[in-house]
């Protein structure tokens, strides 16, 4: 996997580039960055060219004013004129998910299709509520350092604890002992993590009312029932306002986290069938 910084006509953007064939770009969830790939999981890289972009505040790719996912959308279109990719296919995960929404609405002749993929669809937290709150303290800029930092270091003294612990971040699934290669995937991705400003931003976006009825490509939205991160209700809703879309409820362990899992391969065979129709 290649990592490079791209000086685009809108800003700095880190992008990681693997493989060759049908470019599909990937939006990533909430802490991660250009680094993680645990949702390449089943692409074989002989046939596409996956591209995965720091979204704005993660990873070397700067916040500066693309606050908004309308801005982060105009800043990834700019990799891809940098890229001279005409189009692509948008995979957008977790919190990815607004800016996913927004590139396909504003850039059609650029999205051939959309992916969402345990997506936000729609305002995620309640300002009043406990988890918007908590995440301002844990993941402020400064803050969420040290907590990934810790993560970390436990991961590696006690990889079934910190994994057991988090478990429930993910799922609606009753507890259990969790497979060994599973917790693995888990924290693997869990080295990549670091919120810098981009945590702190996801939990304050929103797109303007009515955007993701202007969707008309091709849509896969793939959503576990069990996801306890971001509420089934986003799948709903974003199939209810994408006309031409395609709603996969998955019933699995992991919830949010469908790469991982002994059922994760029918999840993600069900998203190549989608990509290949």
């Known amino acids: 996997m290649k990592i490079e910084i791209a000086h685009t006509a809108k800003g700095p ?3 990681a ?20 790939t645990l949702f390449h999981k089943g692409f074989d890289t002989s046939k596409y060219q996956l591209i995965t972009p720091s979204r704005p505040g993660y990873g070397n790719t700067p916040l500066n004013m693309n606050v908004t996912p309308k801005l982060a959308a105009e800043l990834v279109v700019s990799l891809l004129h940098y890229l001279a990719v005409d189009n692509v296919i948008v995979y957008g995960i977790s919190a990815g998910g607004l800016t996913a929404i927004e590139m396909a609405a504003n850039y059609p002749d650029k999205v051939e299709k959309l992916i969402l993929a345990s ?4 305002e ?13 303290k844990l993941f402020d ?19 079934g604890m910190i994994a057991t612990n988090f478990y429930p971040q993910f799922s609606k699934n009753k507890s259990h002992p969790l497979d060994k290669n599973d917790i693995k995937e888990l924290l693997t991705a869990f080295n990549y993590y670091n919120s810098k400003q981009g945590f702190i931003t996801d939990i304050e ?12 490509c091709p849509t896969l939205i793939i959503h576990s029932k069990n996801d306890n991160s971001v509420p089934f209700e986003h799948a709903a809703y974003a199939h209810k306002m994408i006309s031409n879309s395609k709603l996969v409820v998955l019933d699995n362990e992991w919830g949010h986290l469908f790469w991982i899992g002994k059922d994760s391969h029918e999840s993600i065979k069900k998203t190549l069938t989608f990509i290949e129709q």
């Open 17 to 36: 580039t693997i493989g060759t064939g049908k470019p599909v770009l990937f939006l990533h969830g909430g802490h991660s960055n250009c680094r993680e």
């Open 205 to 216: 976006h929103t797109i303007a009312p009515g955007l993701i009825s202007k969707v008309t």
């Open 13 to 15: 953007v880190e992008y």
């Open 119 to 122: 997506a936000v669809s729609k």
């Open 124 to 136: 995620w937290l309640d300002k009043n509520g406990k988890i918007y709150k908590t995440a301002k």
């Open 141 to 159: 800029p400064i803050t969420e350092k040290f907590v990934w930092g810790m993560t970390r270091l436990f991961s590696g003294i006690f990889p």
